[in-house]
């Protein structure tokens, strides 16, 4: 496996929750030059809209800072225009614009060398019984994600799931429903956005998520983070789920993983250059481990099926 380290540009900068504020404000460039010092990353994953005021003067910076774009992160859920849907939108005019913006973030993908847009559609859901048509809402999602991808083949659509938030229910919930989307939307360059936390959320052993995406030529690109499995805590990888993330890994190697982990963690005490520093540190930490462990002796235990000796190997192979 060979790994690749990305941060979102969004934890660099502001972080609140509906109490307190953790870190301020930052312009673009405030971002870039505190990417610059987290020891071991290689990319940003940039977000369009907001990080392109000035859409040239954006990769000017990229380019000038030495990092690679692992993605363009599409957001659509941040502007007014986006409270009752951008891809679901009741609004044939909403729903047009989110194509477009999807056409936009391509074409700054490719400029960026990236060739990756990714996008979790979370305004688009609900919040009640009796809220939406669900078949016409779900119709609308497949429609406009193949004619936002279709402006492009060289450029390739990764779709995030996650449970809940803003919406209670969001259109994309979890991985089977994100491949049941791919499947109908049938087309080569639409996949999915892996996100550990979103698993997590989904109640979802996120190894065995990654295989079947993997299986089908789905598993576009992967975000890291931890929580308890109750929220979207974006919390340091491996900090709750250790075992899940060294299985995780443990598929990646098989696999052999050369796509970006991107990160999306909350810098609640410290500060962002601490937290991913540490963040790539214990990355690399993770895949040391798996490279401790002889895969066809773990392969035998896995295919053997009984817990026991399959921990004892892991624990004692690992001190």
Not at 161 to 184: V, W
Not at 284 to 294: G, H, R, T, Y
Request: glycine share 6%; charged share 25%; net charge negative.
């Amino acid at each position: 496996m060979k790994i690749k380290h990305s941060v979102i540009t969004g934890f660099l900068g502001k972080q609140v929750d509906r109490f307190t504020e953790y870190q301020p404000s930052r312009t673009f460039a405030e971002k870039v030059a505190l990417a610059q010092k987290v020891v071991g990353l290689q990319g940003l994953e940039v977000v369009y809209p907001v990080d392109f005021e000035n859409v040239q003067g954006t990769i000017k910076l990229v380019r000038d800072s030495g990092l690679k774009v692992s993605a363009v992160n599409l957001n659509l859920k941040q502007d007014v225009k986006w409270r009752r849907g951008s891809l679901t939108a009741p609004q044939a005019r909403i729903r047009a614009d989110a194509v477009a913006d999807m056409h936009t973030a391509m074409d700054i993908a490719a400029e960026m060398g990236a060739n990756l847009v990714t996008c979790c559609p979370l305004i688009d859901g609900h919040d009640y019984a009796f809220q939406i048509d669900y078949a016409e809402r779900w119709r609308w999602l497949v429609e406009g994600v193949r004619e936002g991808a279709k402006h492009r083949g060289d450029v390739r659509v990764s779709m995030e799931y996650k449970s809940a938030e803003p919406r209670t229910r969001t259109i994309l919930p979890d991985a089977g429903r994100a491949l049941h989307m791919c499947y109908q939307v049938g087309l080569a360059n639409v996949g999915v956005t892996l996100d550990l936390g979103h698993a997590f959320a989904a109640a979802e052993a996120p190894a065995e998520s990654l295989c079947l995406l993997a299986d089908v030529g789905k598993l576009f690109y992967i975000h890291l983070n931890d929580n308890p499995g109750d929220w979207d805590w974006d919390m340091l990888p491996a900090s709750v789920h250790f075992w899940d993330f060294l299985e995780v890994f443990y598929y990646l190697n098989q696999l052999r993983w050369e796509g970006w982990f991107a990160y999306d963690i909350v810098t609640k005490q410290g500060d962002p250059v601490e937290t991913f520093s540490s963040t790539v540190k214990i990355v690399n930490a993770l895949d040391a481990l798996v490279q401790k462990l002889d895969p066809a002796k773990l392969g035998a235990l896995i295919k053997a099926g009984i817990p026991a000796p399959t921990f004892e190997y892991l624990v004692t192979a690992l001190l």
